[in-house]
């Protein structure tokens, strides 16, 4: 008896989720295992060993979908505009801070100043952020991350080779 065709969509879509992934080696041995409990259950046309072998298979794909979008190589956006350096804006910063100030005490006394006394800290500490560049953070950032030492591999010849054959079974 044929799959329904939403099962059969919904195998391919698992199964071409490993194309490309990153697994462990051990992970991998375990995914083709289970894709090979999912190919003698789709070549025997069972409906239900097909629906619980797509479990592990689509939890294989997505693990290595992510491990190989974390484990890609960072790098700084396509786009990334330069900013100019200012160094007026803590200047700037430094005169709404002490503006805020002002206004908290003329308005409410102690108590009120001490909230736009925070208030002041902060606009303060955005002006001063403001006079890094946004390559300068980049770089900065990046030299800081550490290499991950990923063990994982691309999809193995007897995964591709499993996945073509089942693709065969559903047409």
Do not use: Y
Not at 25 to 47: F, I, K, Q, S, T
Not at 57 to 72: D, I, K, N, P, W
Not at 137 to 155: I, S
């Amino acid at each position: 008896m044929p799959l329904p065709p939403d099962l059969v969509a919904e195998v391919r879509r698992s199964i071409r989720s490993l194309v490309g992934a990153r697994l462990d080696p051990a992970r991998w041995d375990e995914a083709h295992a289970h894709l090979r409990r999912l190919g003698e259950a789709v070549v025997a046309g069972d409906a239900e060993a097909t629906r619980a072998g797509l479990v592990p298979v689509a939890q294989a794909g997505f693990e290595g979908a992510v491990r190989r979008r974390l484990g890609a190589p960072r790098g700084s956006a396509p786009a990334v505009i330069p900013t100019k350096r200012t160094s007026g804006l803590p200047l700037v910063g430094a005169v709404c801070a002490a503006i805020l100030l002002l206004l908290g005490w003329l308005l409410g006394g102690g108590l009120l100043l001490v909230g736009t006394g925070l208030l002041a800290v902060g606009v303060l500490g955005v002006a001063l952020a403001g006079t890094r560049t946004n390559l300068a953070r980049t770089q900065r950032r990046h030299a800081a991350q550490r290499p991950t030492d990923d063990l994982a591999v691309d999809t193995p010849p007897e995964v591709l080779a499993l996945v073509a054959e089942i693709e065969r079974a559903l047409d």
